[in-house]
């Protein structure tokens, strides 16, 4: 068994940090003036939504190569379920068969 961690929760993680970095940097932005607060008190809903906003394409640039392993891990888990099911399909028809001719 390998101790190298799942591509999909390495990625997960990644995805997340990026993002708190984001919510991070935007707050003290907020805080400082360099940008306008929200309106009234969603200043916290503003916050995270433009940390969402600025988030997302640096996920999508920065992490290519782990979304590709994730990618290339999920394709190799549907491809093996599949065969199983062929195979395991073709033994239901086998004996489907044999008690039909018996």
Excluded: H
């Excluded at 996920?59 to 392993?69: C, G, H, N, P």
């Excluded at 891990?73 to 239901?92: D, F, M």
């Amino acid at each position: 068994m390998s101790l190298k961690p799942s591509a999909t929760i390495r990625y997960t993680a990644m995805r997340l940090g990026i993002f708190v970095g984001c919510l991070v940097l935007v707050a003290v932005f907020v805080r400082l003036g360099w940008v306008p607060a929200g309106l009234g008190d969603a200043n916290f809903a503003w916050i995270v939504l433009l940390a969402l906003v600025l988030s997302a394409p640096l996920s999508f640039v920065l992490l290519r190569k782990q979304r590709d392993e994730m990618s290339a891990q999920i394709s190799g888990r549907v491809a093996g379920a599949k065969q199983k099911l062929a195979e395991n399909r073709g033994q239901e028809d086998a004996a489907d068969d044999a008690a039909r001719v018996a």
